[in-house]
């Protein structure tokens, strides 16, 4: 963590109280407020939804100086400041300060201010940084390094918010107050709705984490192997298998996509929950192209993943996510993608939005994260842990204004004769 000089001087606190009044003002912190290193409240001691607590008289400096999103992530990271409450909030208000300092009018006069306050000595970094890969970006090697980066941290530490299913994606709710397990059942009962498993059929399941879905639809007799590039994924994945008795019915491989052999007994579905944010933009054909020659005619893949806007810039070079959370991982608008698979030869058939059931599903996540922060230390370290609730809370506030979505897009891959295999409406996905 940070090297703090806690005691500023009343230059400094003065300072810093003229930054938060040209930044925020206090008609800006309606939701948040402000505590300052000697504990005195900002713009009042009214209660607010969040309260960013500056730890030290640079704190400020070291958040906004940088003027970009990894420095201020960073500064939280480290422990310039701390947020106390719903960190949700502290979106909304990151949204209305990049709206009021758009232009160099506006920033020089801040930059002033804030090169006058006290610079920061950190302490040299340990346990996890940022990522740093090598070698060519999506080649299998370095895609087993970015999974390796985010999933094996500690599978005790995913279990702490994640639930009983350990489902590493968006739950299914039909009320926002629902138990977080039971939406995740919902969820993974919805795709092997969706896919229409009997008895019998093989699935495969390309990234399947921790095997929730494997699971799933051995558990209605289907024939279910799951690949994934995770160690520790696949180890726990077989062990719930084994708990199970599901016997020869399921399995999990460690194994790239590109690698699944293609010369046995074609799937009857395929299913990819999640996974094809990590494939990228170049590889996005050959990934709906090996699908298609792992699907028998007839079948049908489940696409589950999320989007960014048609008409979102590509993300800048210092960005919290590629640093610290996801490196590598890329977003495509929707219909790019569904573009692609046609190309490869699917057929769409259906298209749902789940933006709003992410949202509510990375409240529940963060909150549960939040509270079991002390047991969470017991298999990760504080940067760790503030790193996840700071990703989860601005993936919350991203589904929940709009800039994020997430689809399950079903494809089916008709016979030669045109013919899909599909019944002609949903009634049956619906059904109880």
């Given at each position: 963590m940070a090297m703090k000089s806690v005691a500023g001087t009343e230059r400094d606190m003065t300072l810093s109280l003229e930054i938060l009044e040209?930044?925020?003002?206090?008609?800006?912190?309606?939701?948040?407020?402000v505590r300052l290193w000697d504990g005195r409240?900002?713009?009042?001691?009214?209660?607010?939804?969040?309260?960013?607590v500056l730890n030290h008289a640079g704190a400020l400096r070291s958040m906004f100086v940088g003027g970009d999103e990894r420095s201020l992530a960073e500064a939280y990271l480290y422990d310039d400041f701390d947020i106390e409450?719903?960190?949700?909030?502290?979106?909304?208000?990151?949204?209305?300060l990049s709206r009021s300092t758009d232009s160099w009018r506006t920033k020089l006069p801040v930059a002033d201010l804030l090169l006058r306050l006290p610079g920061l000595c950190r302490l040299p970094r340990t346990g996890r940084g940022p990522a740093r890969l090598q070698g060519r970006k999506h080649s299998e090697e370095r895609d087993r390094k970015a999974i390796s980066y985010h999933y094996d941290v500690s599978n005790d530490f995913y279990a702490l918010f994640l639930g009983a299913s350990m489902n590493y994606s968006c739950a299914y709710f039909q009320s926002p107050d629902d138990d977080l397990d039971a939406a995740q059942a919902r969820k993974l009962d919805l795709l092997c709705r969706k896919l229409r498993?009997?008895?019998?059929?093989?699935?495969?399941?390309?990234g399947c984490g921790w095997g929730a879905l494997v699971l799933a639809a051995a558990r209605r007799g289907a024939d279910a192997t799951g690949v994934t590039l995770g160690e520790p994924q696949a180890i726990l994945g077989q062990a719930r298998i084994r708990a199970e008795g599901l016997g020869d019915g399921a399995r999990i491989r460690i194994q790239d996509y590109r690698r699944i052999p293609e010369d046995g007994v074609p799937y009857d579905a395929l299913a990819s929950v999640g996974m094809v944010e990590h494939v990228g933009r170049e590889n996005l054909p050959l990934y709906f192209r090996k699908a298609y020659r792992l699907l028998r005619p007839g079948g049908v893949f489940l696409n589950h993943g999320i989007a960014c806007p048609v008409n979102e810039a590509p993300p800048p070079k210092a960005d919290f996510s590629s640093a610290y959370v996801f490196p590598d991982g890329e977003l495509v608008p929707i219909g790019e993608l569904i573009s692609v698979a046609e190309?490869?030869?699917?057929?769409?058939?259906?298209?749902?939005?789940?933006?709003?059931?992410?949202?509510?599903?990375?409240?529940q996540w963060v909150r549960r994260l939040e509270a079991r922060h002390d047991e969470a230390l017991s298999f990760v370290d504080e940067l760790t842990y503030r790193v996840w609730r700071l990703y989860m809370a601005a993936s919350a506030h991203a589904f929940d204004k709009g800039s994020r979505s997430v689809y399950q897009v079903?494809?089916?891959?008709?016979?030669?004769?045109?013919?899909?295999?599909l019944p002609l409406t949903r009634d049956d996905w619906y059904r109880t």
């Open positions: 040209r930044l925020i003002g206090s008609e800006g912190a309606r939701d948040v407020g409240p900002w713009p009042d001691e009214a209660p607010r939804r969040a309260t960013l409450g719903d960190i949700e909030a502290v979106f909304g208000l990151a949204d209305r498993l009997a008895p019998g059929q093989r699935l495969l399941d390309i190309q490869a030869g699917f057929e769409v058939r259906d298209v749902e939005s789940l933006r709003e059931h992410y949202k509510l599903t990375l409240r079903l494809l089916s891959k008709p016979d030669g004769q045109g013919r899909s295999g």
